[in-house]
């Protein structure tokens, strides 16, 4: 997952409602679905209240729909960024900068297909509240287990049971993501293991 850095910028709240407001009139005017429409509106509150108005309002409207539109579970959705760029008749270069800007600032993670078409998660969202409670609860189990037992389980087989836990029996995340998610809960168990050893003052073992 991408970090979202710590800077702080002073928005007023005046300035983020009437991004929001100005982001529902152009979703009206393109007659946006409103489930899609809400969740890119909370994006465009969430992008203005970090960084401020955008300077092209119109591509950052774009880029949360865009990304919104491309939830895990919208696969197969071939539609590519060229397609869409052209279906709300702006720049793909425009979008493609927000659409980046979205993902680092926010920390979105980004999955791909087969076809190598991008899949966004929303670190607020429902897929990475679970994608984390799983991780942290596995790590937990495996590290009391360390300190008991004295064994330690390697960091990739631990990942292939949570990712075969969230593709094959929760079913939270399509299976052809699984590869590329193999990367990303690595990643989760390294930050988990490396916080629960510092509260247990490093007694036990790292997974």
């Not at 009437?18 to 890119?40: I, K, W």
């Not at 071939?78 to 800007?101: Q, V």
Request: charged residues 30%; hydrophobic residues 40%.
């Amino acid at each position: 997952m991408l970090d979202a850095k710590n800077e702080s910028v002073m928005v007023s709240p005046q300035v983020v409602v009437d991004q929001v407001r100005e982001a529902h009139e152009f979703y009206a005017e393109h007659r946006v679905d409103e489930r899609y429409e809400l969740m890119a509106l909370d994006i465009v509150r969430r992008y203005v209240s970090k960084e401020g108005p955008a300077r092209e309002p119109e591509p950052l409207h774009g880029a949360a729909l865009y990304v919104v539109t491309r939830h895990p579970w919208s696969h197969p959705n071939p539609l590519t960024k060229t397609e869409f760029a052209a279906k709300l008749r702006m720049k793909e270069s425009s979008l493609e900068w927000y659409t980046d800007s979205i993902v680092e600032k926010l920390g979105f993670t980004i999955l791909h297909d087969r076809g190598q078409l991008p899949f966004f998660i929303d670190p607020l969202g429902t897929i990475a509240s679970v994608v984390d409670s799983v991780v942290r609860t596995s790590v937990s189990e495996e590290v009391v287990r360390s300190i008991v037992r004295g064994t330690v389980v390697s960091p990739h087989e631990l990942a292939e049971r949570i990712v075969d836990r969230l593709c094959s029996v929760v079913k939270i995340i399509p299976d052809v993501f699984e590869q590329e998610l193999y990367g990303v809960i690595e990643r989760r168990i390294e930050e988990e293991s490396k916080r629960l050893l510092h509260e247990l003052g490093g007694r036990g073992q790292p997974v």
